[in-house]
Nanobody, 126 residues
Framework: QVQLVESGGGLVQAGGSLRLSCAASGRTFSTYAMGWFRQAPGKEREFVAGISWRGAITYYADSVKGRFTISRDNAENTVYLQMNSLKPEDTYVYYC???????????????????WGQGTQVTVSS
């Protein structure tokens, strides 16, 4: 069982930056692929970024490529999402997700994840 707690959301002006953190419980964090998703009210949850066990493999949605960076610190059981050059269309609730994988891989679909955090609101004003 893994529990995930996100933090770091808030209100920022367009062009600004935020760093989201996701702290995970458990002693086997390094065997979990991690991902960030986002969701607007009434819309489907969409993939933002994913990272493999050791952080060797990352993958991004086209909409955030070049602006967002996912990283992880397995010693601290934490995954991060650095968000730069934020746009009003990045306004969503952001969720952290985890899934135990058999290899060093990224999971890009929400159905592929086992555990989810409670979400953190990111609002970008124009």
């Amino acid at each position: 069982q893994v529990q995930l707690v996100e933090s770091g959301g808030g209100l920022v002006q367009a062009g600004g930056s935020l760093r989201l953190s996701c702290a995970a419980s458990g002693r086997t964090f390094s065997t979990y692929a991690m991902g960030w998703f986002r969701q607007a009210p009434g819309k489907e949850r969409e993939f933002v970024a994913g990272i493999s066990w050791r952080g060797a493999i990352t993958y991004y949605a086209d909409s955030v490529k070049g602006r967002f960076t996912i990283s992880r610190d397995n010693a601290e059981n934490t995954v991060y999402l650095q968000m730069n050059s934020l746009k009003p269309e990045d306004t969503y609730v952001y969720y952290c997700a985890a899934v135990r994988t058999l290899g060093d891989m990224v999971v890009t679909t929400s159905r592929g994840y086992e555990y989810w955090g409670q979400g953190t609101q990111v609002t970008v004003s124009s």
